[in-house]
């Protein structure tokens, strides 16, 4: 990758980077590095091959500044045999600004019987799809976008393949962990904007996994938005191009100020 990373080191402190910044506030950070990065120490610090991180859950109750350092915190909650619970706080300029809980837990070997579950879809590969030529699908650079069926705020089925184009932190290659739970805050505006844009903003993603993405290509389809009292849900299967991985789901507020139409 020779794109501009996302954030750069300062000692124990990141630096973001302004392609870092957010669609709601370009002062702001983008929800989806704050939730990498959580995803990048957590890993780093507490993960392991024998473990899976089955299930991260973000909540981002503040926006960080974007020219403000930032720094990770994590705690075990419980580090045993079979399963690991990690927390950690995002901190900018010392205050709160989001909070992870990771569950990890030991690969093992199924049990025996056939349970029930959705087929694969039947999609074509992403080096099957064209380029597409609107820079706006992929945020202007800040990630690469092969789209499959409908598109951000279509009244329909949508499903879409997503990569990343930069590092997260500079000098540091995107582990399969870190590259999904980059992605996962897509499920937000895939499945929560409609027809007049997206007119909700998450404060929360839970990631699931059953395994790791084995290559570049996350793929996203929409499963799930509901909403009421200016409160919405959203969901999204994941996938990598060898079948299901797991699934992306966002709490949403109403936003007065819509994000712009793609």
């Not at 901190?91 to 025996?112: F, I, K």
Request: hydrophobic share 40%.
């Amino acid at each position: 990758m020779t794109n501009q990373p996302f954030f750069r080191r300062d000692g124990d402190a990141f630096l973001p980077n302004p392609i870092a910044n957010g669609p709601w506030d370009p002062n702001s950070l983008h929800g989806r590095v704050i939730i990498g990065l959580l995803a990048h120490i957590i890993e780093q610090r507490h993960g392991g091959a024998d473990f899976v991180p089955a299930r991260l859950t973000v909540d981002m109750f503040r926006l960080p500044n974007i020219e403000t350092p930032i720094e990770v915190t994590t705690r075990a909650v419980r580090e045993g045999l079979r399963i690991r619970v990690i927390e950690a706080d995002f901190l900018s300029g010392g205050v709160a600004m989001a909070r992870a809980s990771c569950q990890l837990l030991r690969r093992t070997e199924n049990p025996h019987g056939n349970i029930w579950s959705p087929p694969n879809w039947d999609v074509p590969r992403p080096s099957d799809i064209p380029v597409p030529t609107d820079a706006r699908l992929g945020m202007h650079g800040k990630w690469a976008t092969r789209p499959i069926v409908g598109h951000m705020g279509s009244l329909g089925p949508r499903r879409l393949w997503m990569s990343e184009v930069r590092e997260l932190v500079v000098g540091t290659a995107l582990t399969p962990f870190v590259r999904v739970a980059l992605a996962a805050d897509f499920a937000s505006p895939f499945a929560n904007a409609g027809d007049a844009g997206l007119t909700f903003i998450n404060s929360d993603v839970t990631l699931y996994l059953y395994r790791q993405p084995v290559a570049e290509w996350i793929g996203f389809e929409v499963v799930n938005h509901h909403s009421a009292d200016g409160i919405a849900i959203g969901e999204c299967w994941l996938y990598d191009e060898t079948g299901p991985i797991g699934t992306s789901t966002v709490a949403a507020l109403a936003q007065r100020k819509p994000m712009p139409k793609l």
